[in-house]
Each structure stands twice: as structure tokens, then as C-alpha cells.
Nanobody, 122 residues
Framework: QVQLVEAGGGLVQAGGSLTLSCTAS????????MGWYRRAPGNQRELVAS????????NYVDSVKGRFTISRDNAKNTVYLQMSSLKPEDTAVYYC???????????????WGQGTQVTVSS
């Protein structure tokens, strides 16, 4: 069974930095796109950043461009989100997402991590 395990959330002051990580474990054939979403209280979940398998193609929501960097280590089945110049409005639960093919013959499914809280104090 595929699992995504996140780490790295916490409390930080505005202007500070945090790095989130998410590792896929279990039995699967391949991982395609990996990304991070977040949900702030009262808001819908939004895509923060995503990265293609080869790591060359990344996408960011406008509000984090220039402050967040997404990367991945395919050998470790891990995706990272480096967050700097954090603002109170970045406070949210951050969820890892991965498009994973369980076997060579199956299409990719969407898998989610359990979520990790990021709180930025002013």
C-alpha cells in the first residue's frame, strides 16, 4: 500500500524559513508529478507548487513565487518544499500529493499525505 509521509512543519516567525519533506513508501511502479497543496482556515485547498518527474518543470502559485522552491529526489522518492520569507498568510495545513502508478500496467492514482501544520506568527 502506498503511503506519503510528510515532515517539517511547525511554528516560525514571519520572515523565517521552513523546509517540508514528503516521502513515498510501499510498493509502486513509478511516480509522476509530485506537489504540495495547502488549506488555510476558511479557505479551499490550493496548489502551492508542483514538480515533474525529471524535476525540470515546476509550477508555483503566484503568492509564493520567489519565496518557495520545490524539488525532488527520485532515488529517495521524496519531494521537498523550501519556504523562505514566510508570511502569516502562509499559515495552513500543507499536504503532499503524488501521482503514482501502482504497477506498470495501471494508470496513475492520486495519493495524499496526512498534512502538516505550518504556522507563521507575525
Amino acid at each position: 500500500q502506498v503511503q506519503l509521509v510528510e515532515a517539517g512543519g511547525g511554528l516560525v516567525q514571519a520572515g523565517g524559513s521552513l523546509t517540508l519533506s514528503c516521502t513515498a513508501s510501499g510498493r509502486f511502479f513509478s511516480i509522476d508529478v509530485m506537489g504540495w497543496y495547502r488549506r488555510a482556515p476558511g479557505n479551499q485547498r490550493e496548489l502551492v507548487a508542483s514538480v515533474a518527474r525529471q524535476g525540470g518543470t515546476t509550477n508555483y502559485v503566484d503568492s509564493v513565487k520567489g519565496r518557495f522552491t520545490i524539488s525532488r529526489d527520485n532515488a529517495k522518492n521524496t519531494v521537498y518544499l523550501q519556504m523562505s520569507s514566510l508570511k502569516p498568510e502562509d499559515t495552513a495545513v500543507y499536504y503532499c500529493n503524488a501521482h503514482i502508478a501502482p504497477t506498470r500496467w495501471e494508470q496513475t492514482n492520486y495519493y495524499w499525505g496526512q498534512g502538516t501544520q505550518v504556522t507563521v506568527s507575525s
